[in-house]
Structure formats: structure tokens, C-alpha cells
């Protein structure tokens, strides 16, 4: 419910701010850049084993679900 991209962005920040500094992840915003409500954001990790992985990524999904301001609809996890 931002009323501007600058709204927006706060929130987003607080969110990854908080990942960055727990998770060994590398985040970004990757789409709707521009749109003032939505945000696509991706997450990067790597390790020698996929559980490792998968468990850190898990916890930034919760994470981003105790933002205030933020409300995830869609989340998906591919392994390559």
C-alpha cells in the first residue's frame, strides 16, 4: 500500500537489509522496479550442499513475511 516509490523502497530495504546481514545471500529487486506497489526480488546462495541452501532461502522467505509494509504474494526456489 506505498503511496510512492520512495515508500516502496524503504520497506524493501529494511527487508533485504535484514537477510544481508543474518543469510549468507546475495539479494536484489529484479523486476517492477518502477511500479509503486509491486517488487520481484531474487535471492542467490552457494554451497556445497542443497540443504544448506534451501534452508537459508526458507528463512529469508520468513523473514520477509515479519516486514512491516510488505506482503508477499508468490515465492519460488529453483536449484540449477
Do not use: C
Not at 19 to 27: D, H, K, T
Not at 47 to 65: D, F, N, P, T, Y
Request: net charge positive; charged share 25%; aromatic share 4%.
Amino acid at each position: 500500500g506505498s503511496k510512492s516509490l520512495k515508500d516502496k523502497r524503504r520497506v524493501i530495504k529494511s527487508g533485504l537489509s535484514r537477510i544481508q546481514s543474518r543469510l549468507n545471500l546475495s539479494v536484489a529487486e529484479v523486476g517492477y522496479q518502477d511500479d509503486r506497489q509491486l517488487t520481484n526480488l531474487a535471492f542467490v546462495g552457494v554451497s556445497s550442499g542443497k540443504h544448506v541452501i534451501e534452508q537459508e532461502l526458507q528463512q529469508a522467505l520468513r523473514l520477509l513475511e515479519q516486514t512491516n509494509g510488505l506482503e508477499m504474494l508468490d515465492s519460488e526456489i529453483t536449484f540449477i
